[in-house]
């Protein structure tokens, strides 16, 4: 039996939680599941936005679904990331059929450092306005920059770009770009080809020439605007899911935030949260799941039939959710 922490979170969230649970619950798997708060509305009720029963549960859990966290999310998913040493953020970029994507033929993982550059969050007010501390270790770019090349070599990936901007940060990203090179060379034996570009070029290939990327490994903030700009490729946030990994558990989560324009409208798309979802699974080692999952959400995005607002259709969350949920055989 599998432990997992549902963190449902703020806003849109919930709807989202709630879509992938129905769906979930038509596998045949052996799932205890166990609900805890955090986000802005559990900030405002109780003081504080991630309590430590929350932080308690993640670590006894074998992995956790979280929904999404607005304007507290830098004390709750960033905290969590911190806390559970999740050092990997997989953020798969993918085009699928009945989307808004810009390419139909993207099929690429970018592979960011998820503890330490800006998102220390060490920040201080000063008489001529403000400075934040930015982190760059040795080892935190040694086994981030490991993980994507054997995820290159466990996925039959063949390339890697390592992307940062040491042309102008010389110490921080020449450190990040000098570690990538030298993880590299213990790769070259299994054909996985290692290039590296400024973050600002990488920002214009993904317009440009998206297809000539396999994986890319970057730094946290860069990480964070790079993948977002995947979610444009692809149709939206709605289809981006991401996956925190640690040694020894995982956090799935779709990349959006709270979205409280639309929260509580019936009108969040359930894909990036579903396909989490599939990445969770996938991390369990349940792959026929992960399999069926992943089919049944293809399957209802082809046809378009029952699909929400924001990729062309007309579908509320749940409808969407219950027309995967009837794709599902087991």
Do not use: W
């Not at 936005?49 to 507290?72: H, R, S, W, Y």
């Not at 996985?192 to 317009?207: G, N, R, W």
């Amino acid at each position: 039996m599998y432990k997992i922490a549902v963190i449902p979170g703020d806003g849109v969230g919930k709807e989202v939680m709630e879509a992938t649970l129905h769906v979930l619950s038509c596998l045949n798997l052996d799932i205890k599941y166990s609900f805890a708060d955090a986000g802005d509305e559990y900030g405002e009720k109780y003081g504080e936005p991630l309590p430590i029963e929350t932080i308690n549960l993640v670590k006894d859990a074998d992995a956790c679904l979280f929904g999404a966290a607005g304007e507290t999310a830098a004390d709750v998913i960033i905290k969590l990331r911190q806390e559970m040493d999740f050092f990997v953020n997989l953020r798969p970029v993918k085009s699928y059929p009945g989307t808004n994507a810009l390419f139909d033929d993207l099929d690429f993982m970018i592979v960011r450092e998820n503890t330490e550059g800006m998102y220390v969050g060490e920040e201080e007010y000063t008489d001529e306005g403000a400075i934040a501390k930015r982190v760059i270790t040795r080892a935190a770019s040694e086994r981030i920059c490991r993980y994507a090349f054997e995820y290159a070599k466990d996925n039959n990936r063949k390339k890697v770009t390592g992307v940062h901007k040491a042309n102008v940060l010389k110490k921080t990203d020449g450190l990040f770009k000098e570690v990538f090179y030298e993880v590299a060379k213990n790769y070259e034996k299994y054909g996985i080809e290692a290039e590296d570009f400024y973050v600002d070029a990488t920002a214009m290939y993904l317009l440009t020439k998206p297809q000539n990327f396999d994986v890319i490994v970057t730094t946290n903030l860069f990480g964070d605007i790079l993948s977002d700009e995947g979610a444009g490729l692809v149709g939206g946030l709605g289809l981006m899911p991401s996956a925190n990994i640690g040694e020894n558990r995982g956090l799935f989560e779709p990349i959006h935030g709270s979205a409280p324009n639309i929260a509580g409208k019936g009108l969040a798309n359930p894909t990036a949260m579903l396909l989490s979802a599939v990445m969770m699974l996938n991390y369990l080692g349940e792959k026929e799941s992960a399999n069926i999952l992943d089919k049944a959400i293809l399957e209802v995005l082809t046809e378009k039939k029952y699909i929400t607002q924001d990729i062309g259709g007309k579908s509320s969350t749940m409808e969407m959710a219950k027309a995967i949920a009837k794709k599902i055989k087991v």
